[in-house]
């Protein structure tokens, strides 16, 4: 293995410190920069001192002939985040974020979920068609010192899911705190596709937060500071690569913060799948956006940079001082590597949709301003008790989703179902938003219209903006499938 310090050296060999261009950096450089800001603000955090950790992956407790078990175990813990003392975090099983765990289609997953915290607590896998008993309803509680088993029957297409907390007003704080966890759904069709593997596809789970002083996750509901950006729980990191293709799995799960990721060099992208897996084709841009709860599946070829150069992943959208929140992890290509994966022209087919049996409108909107701002879902808060869709099983619905408000942004996501785009402002939806979502960013004033079939579970299930804290004002309501 080539160390890090070889690895320099084949820099200034093959004349690397030429390529200081437009946000790529010598890794020599980056280094012997002295790092000024830390000292002007305490708060700050040095960036690119640790490296990336990969979500621990979490292995079944038990496999039987009709699927695989895990045990998994809520409880608070001590993550080190920042370089004092140690962040108390809520976790899935110690782990912070949580583990990721690996599903094929067809094979069901069954988890028993321990709540050892002191809150209650109910599990939400986001993106899966799941029996009503297993979506984590906000009213379907795991109450402190208690069990509760969850059934996954994977009966769905490949797709990166993940899950977080849902319990009914306390999901925005307890998913902040820690708790959400990767989940990748995998099929044959995906597997037949000489994509990256291995190594070299790497869950990135992207967020904010805010510390206190003491170094302790500071929660305040719909804090606008929280403009300390963490890849993998770890703030600001690098991640060496080698240089050959990576496949990147991203997920957003910030409580409110829109990303609009890019490298800072402005090199391509290549997103090859979403929320509901694979686009049909692979698309080159040179930005990915990602509202809250959204994933984008993005291939990167770092063989375009020489062994010894580094590149910044930069986020170029949202509130907060450009110094924070305008770099989120770096890339160090130290090594090269062979390179058998290829991005297919084609990446899969998806069915032709249905003509619509119904048609639907959502309108979401808050208040903006005042001491305890309202939200609504058709002028309505949420309640558990009451069904806001009625929706007929087996049929296919056209939704028609507006944002309200003047300024600010929402975002709308669908239990059970992944659902087609169909138009956003009155337009075509750009590729990256062509294939399966679940969750979808509305601008202010935007209006989108998308279509879902309903044809797997009935029961209740809910619908709402995933910006954590517009669900917890009422932003979120119930759909019965029946
Ligand atoms: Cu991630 Cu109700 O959802
Ligand atoms: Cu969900
Ligand atoms: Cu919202």
Redesign the pocket.
Known sequence: MITRRSALSVTLAAGGAALTGAGLTPLLAARARPTTRAAAKAQTVEKFRRPMPLLPEKRPAGRTGKADVYVMTMKPARAQILPGPPTDVLTYDGHFPGPLIRARAHRPVIIRQRNRLTVPTAVHLHGAAVPPGSDGDPMDVIEPGTDRVYHYPNRQPHAPLWFHDHAHHLEAENTYRGLSGSYLLTDATERALPLPRGAYEVVIALRDARFDAGGQLAYAMGDRARNTLLANGVPYPYFQVAARKYRLRLLNASNQRRFELRLADGSPLTQIGSDGGLLTAPHTTDRIALSAGERADVVVDFSRYPVGTSVVLKNTTGTGPAEEIGEILRFDVVRTAHDPSRIPARLRTLPPLPRPDTQRTVV?R?DEGGEHPG?YIDEKEYDPQRVDARIKFNTSELWTVT?ANAR????FHLHLVQFRVLERAGRPPEPGESGLKDTIHLAPGETVRLQAVFDNYRGRYLYH???FE??VRG?MATMHIQ
Do not use: R
């Not at 600010?408 to 975002?411: D, F, M, S, T, V």
């Open positions: 979401l808050m939200a944002n600010a942004e929402h975002n903006c995933h910006m517009h669900g932003m």
